[in-house]
């Protein structure tokens, strides 16, 4: 049979449920209530909400290429900070080895970045400037019919009709 000091050991325990239960049961009450004061919402309140300006157009609307081209050059040139994090911490201990392949390897983003910065690819007008010719973009953008196929039946595996 329990003692009546180990049984006191648990009123602690027991008032922070009953508080949780209370806190929670209030809170849903509340929000009941609040949403039976707004039960017709108005216009504004059901329109979607986009950085602060009406939404225009169609939300599955296509996105140039060059907005995923500067994602992965950012995933690229950003991420590999990654790396000198855990080779900046023990450098000391890794010996001449270490240097080099971390000469390498900033050598190899030197590299690529500089091919980047010439051919332009952090320029927004770079993708204008490789755009197709109008009338290439006019063609492109005809809508094409799908090639008419021949309706075959499925015949059973073992041949029969």
Not at 82 to 98: E, K
Not at 113 to 133: C, D, H, K, N, T
Request: glycine share 6%; hydrophobic share 50%.
């Amino acid at each position: 049979m329990p003692t009546e000091q180990t049984l006191t050991n648990y009123v602690p325990v027991v008032a922070a449920f009953l508080l949780a239960t209370v806190v929670a049961g209030v809170m849903v009450f509340l929000s009941h209530l609040i949403g039976r004061l707004e039960a017709k919402p108005k216009r504004t309140k059901l329109m979607p909400y986009e950085c602060g300006i009406d939404p225009v157009g169609d939300a599955r609307g296509r996105f140039p290429v060059k907005f995923y081209v500067i994602a992965m050059l950012f995933i690229v040139f950003d991420i590999e900070i990654v790396f000198f994090y855990p080779w900046a911490t023990v450098y000391r201990h890794l010996g001449m080895s270490a240097l080099a392949a971390m000469a390498l390897f900033l050598t190899v983003l030197v590299v690529g970045y500089v091919y980047l910065l010439r051919v332009g690819a952090f320029e927004w007008e770079w993708w204008e400037r490789e755009a197709p010719p109008e009338e290439l973009t006019a063609v492109m953008e005809q809508p094409t019919e799908m090639p008419q196929t021949s309706q075959r039946t499925a015949v059973p595996i073992g041949g029969e009709n």
